[in-house]
């Protein structure tokens, strides 16, 4: 990953990243997804929701989707 990539990729606030998942915030804290921090500000990256959503999809017989 080049610099500009880096730098132009997506972070979502708590709010945001909760509502991409479709979830609410305390939920969102319970769960083990990277976060990052800067200070007091916990923020997401678009592509770590992402994979998570992907890797923690299940179906309804409560295997994983394959992708």
């Given at each position: 990953m080049d610099k500009s990539q880096s730098v132009n990729e997506c972070l979502f606030s708590?709010?945001?990243a909760a509502e991409f998942l479709g979830i609410c915030k305390t939920t969102l804290d319970r769960l083990n997804i990277p976060k990052t921090k800067i200070r007091r500000?916990?923020?997401y990256r678009q592509a770590m929701l992402e994979k998570w959503l992907i890797e923690n999809t299940h179906d309804q017989e409560g295997c994983r989707e394959k992708y």
């Open positions: 708590r709010k945001q500000r916990v923020l």
